[in-house]
T-cell receptor, first 111, second 115 residues
């Protein structure tokens, strides 16, 4: 079992709709959770971090964390073609900052 | 801020040759990470430095790989001898208290092709 799992996609989303991405993790002791966006041929870029159960909103992005169920999700509201990218879920379980990355979910926003 | 700087951006080499990848972290960051990304294996952590000291090199695939951080502003990842299966994008990332501690900032990556 992979430590961090994501659906690989592609997730096709009409422009203006909500994209919903899910991530599950195996280490119950994980404390920090991140969503990175990676455009094709580019490096990962942090878009959201979340540390406590519940929702965290930043602009059109909302991260949701449920530690009891060991999942974290990302919602992208009013999806735009510029949101087309691969979204990587990352989880930090240890005390020194090592991140475990999921394989990523490719999102394609269609006009 | 210039961000994390990596060089070269692209490297094509032949099997058996030595490859050296370079990274300059963001000034003031005290943690540096080397990652490798492939389609098959995704993004993998190779080695992590904190205050120039290697903390975890459990991700280094084998003895052909070595990494150094002689000072706070420079790190190298060396592959000797290189093999075709080493072909990947290698990212360097840095983080530090100045960045809130948790956020890792990635460099543009080095695309390595071993023929």
């Amino acid at each position: 079992q992979k430590e961090v799992e994501q659906n690989s996609g592609p997730l096709s989303v009409p422009e203006g709709a909500i994209a919903s991405l899910n991530c599950t993790y195996s280490d119950r002791g994980s404390q920090s959770f991140f969503w990175y966006r990676q455009y094709s041929g580019k490096s990962p870029e942090l878009i959201m971090s979340i540390y406590s159960n519940g929702d965290k909103e930043d602009g059109r992005f909302t991260a949701q964390l449920n530690k009891a169920s060991q999942y974290v999700s990302l919602l992208i509201r009013d999806s735009q073609p510029s949101d087309s990218a691969t979204y990587l879920c990352a989880v930090r379980g240890g005390s020194w900052g090592k991140l475990q990355f999921g394989a990523g979910t490719q999102v394609v926003v269609t006009p | 801020d210039a961000g994390v700087i990596q060089s070269p951006r692209h490297e094509v080499t032949e099997m058996g040759q030595e490859v050296t990848l370079r990274c300059k972290p963001i000034s003031g960051h005290n943690s540096l990470f080397w990652y490798r990304q492939t389609m098959m294996r995704g993004l993998e952590l190779l080695i992590y430095f904190n205050n120039n000291v290697p903390i975890d090199d459990s991700g280094m695939p084998e003895d052909r790989f070595s990494a150094k951080m002689p000072n706070a502003s420079f790190s190298t990842l060396k592959i000797q001898p290189s093999e075709p299966r080493d072909s990947a994008v290698y990212f360097c990332a840095s983080s530090g208290v100045a960045a809130g501690g948790e956020t890792q900032y990635f460099g543009p990556g080095t695309r390595l092709l071993v023929l």
